[in-house]
């Protein structure tokens, strides 16, 4: 049997949104068309693709491996859909893009691949920084664009839209105890080896939950998330980070588990800034249609009206 255009897209919806009712929100079908398309995207696939429990369906590590196989088949059809569309090989000039670190890591390689494949003639200038100079910068007119947090830029000086909410989870070892519960309160972090996670992006939040958390001995500190995946991992400690960062199909994926919380803690929100009120060049325009079709492959919750 093979699989369809609709399975995928009902897939991903459930993956993204943790059940099949909050999924039925994006998806204009009854819940029996999208639980037999699981079950039959299952049965073809061979594999469990989730874990079904009272809150919800949680991806298992087959569903995490799929879940990133799914997004790249429906980006390259809209991709093709675009390139047809719009002829974008028309399109020249220079786009003067701003990030910080943790765009650079995790989001911005998907992104710029996209862009570059869709505009082949615009030749795009990268600036990596911290976020407080990344909106200087843009303040001044030295960047056309940039991608970041934007839960705390100057709203009265930059444009901001939303990509994608990213929700905090405990990271654990596989054998971790903690790993046997479905979701984990902070305060149960308590006992445990805190790793820390150095991102300014990152602070405020993570300051919230250290003291939620009842300020549990930190462990180790720093700026590497690998070092982070690999202490986790081997059981060092346990860490809290935006879900964005996990990568199951990684090096140490198998070792590793995630839960979500029991607290509701500010999502961090990549997003797409520019100078208010400034005429955008057509290579900004056109990147921010891109950013707009990533999101909305990536993320049910984000907005895309540009």
Not at 5 to 11: A, P, T
Not at 168 to 174: C, D, E, I, M, S
Not at 182 to 196: C, G, T
Not at 247 to 268: A, I, N, V
């Given at each position: 049997?093979?699989?369809?255009?609709?399975?995928?897209?009902?897939?991903?919806?459930?993956?993204?949104?943790?059940?099949?009712?909050?999924?039925?929100?994006?998806?204009?079908?009854?819940?029996?068309?999208?639980?037999?398309?699981?079950?039959?995207?299952?049965?073809?696939?061979?594999?469990?693709?989730?874990?079904?429990?009272?809150?919800?369906?949680?991806?298992?590590?087959?569903?995490?491996?799929?879940?990133?196989?799914?997004?790249?088949?429906l980006a390259t059809?809209?991709?093709?859909?675009?390139?047809?569309?719009?002829?974008?090989?028309?399109?020249?000039?220079?786009?003067?893009?701003?990030?910080?670190?943790?765009?650079?890591?995790?989001?911005?390689?998907?992104?710029?691949?996209?862009?570059?494949?869709?505009?082949?003639?615009?030749?795009?200038?990268?600036?990596?920084?911290?976020?407080?100079?990344?909106?200087?910068?843009?303040?001044?007119?030295?960047?056309?664009?940039?991608?970041?947090?934007?839960?705390?830029?100057?709203?009265?000086?930059?444009?901001?839209?939303?990509?994608?909410?990213?929700?905090?989870?405990?990271?654990?070892?596989?054998?971790?105890?903690?790993?046997?519960?479905?979701?984990?309160?902070?305060?149960?972090?308590?006992?445990?080896?805190?790793?820390?996670?150095?991102?300014?992006?990152?602070?405020?939040?993570?300051?919230?939950?250290?003291?939620?958390?009842?300020?549990?001995?930190?462990?180790?500190?720093?700026?590497?998330?690998?070092?982070?995946?690999?202490?986790?991992?081997?059981?060092?400690?346990?860490?809290?980070?935006?879900?964005?960062?996990?990568?199951?199909?990684?090096?140490?994926?198998?070792?590793?588990?995630?839960?979500?919380l029991l607290e509701?803690?500010?999502?961090?929100?990549?997003g797409v800034v520019?100078?208010?009120?400034?005429?955008?060049?057509?290579?900004?325009?056109?990147?921010?249609?891109?950013?707009?079709?990533?999101?909305?492959?990536?993320?049910?919750?984000?907005?895309?009206?540009?």
């Amino acid at each position: 049997m093979q699989i369809s255009l609709k399975q995928l897209v009902y897939f991903i919806a459930v993956a993204e949104s943790g059940s099949i009712s909050r999924a039925l929100t994006s998806l204009n079908v009854t819940q029996s068309v999208v639980t037999e398309a699981i079950k039959k995207l299952e049965d073809t696939l061979g594999a469990e693709l989730f874990t079904r429990h009272a809150r919800g369906m949680v991806l298992t590590h087959a569903g995490h491996q799929f879940l990133r196989h799914a997004h790249e088949v429906l980006a390259t059809l809209r991709n093709a859909e675009q390139a047809i569309r719009e002829r974008p090989d028309t399109v020249t000039g220079k786009l003067n893009l701003g990030v910080t670190s943790l765009v650079t890591a995790y989001y911005l390689p998907y992104l710029l691949d996209r862009f570059e494949r869709v505009f082949p003639g615009v030749e795009v200038s990268i600036v990596e920084d911290r976020r407080g100079y990344i909106e200087h910068l843009l303040i001044g007119g030295e960047l056309d664009v940039a991608v970041m947090d934007v839960s705390n830029v100057d709203k009265q000086a930059l444009e901001t839209r939303t990509l994608l909410r990213s929700p905090w989870r405990v990271w654990l070892a596989a054998n971790h105890p903690l790993a046997q519960k479905e979701a984990i309160r902070l305060e149960e972090l308590h006992p445990e080896r805190f790793l820390a996670l150095k991102n300014d992006e990152l602070e405020e939040v993570t300051q919230q939950i250290y003291r939620l958390s009842r300020f549990p001995k930190i462990a180790v500190r720093t700026d590497s998330i690998e070092a982070m995946r690999s202490l986790v991992a081997v059981g060092i400690g346990v860490a809290v980070l935006p879900n964005l960062m996990y990568r199951p199909w990684s090096l140490e994926g198998d070792r590793l588990e995630s839960r979500p919380l029991l607290e509701e803690l500010p999502r961090l929100e990549i997003g797409v800034v520019w100078r208010r009120g400034s005429a955008l060049s057509e290579t900004a325009r056109q990147f921010l249609v891109i950013v707009a079709e990533h999101a909305r492959i990536q993320d049910q919750d984000a907005l895309f009206r540009f």
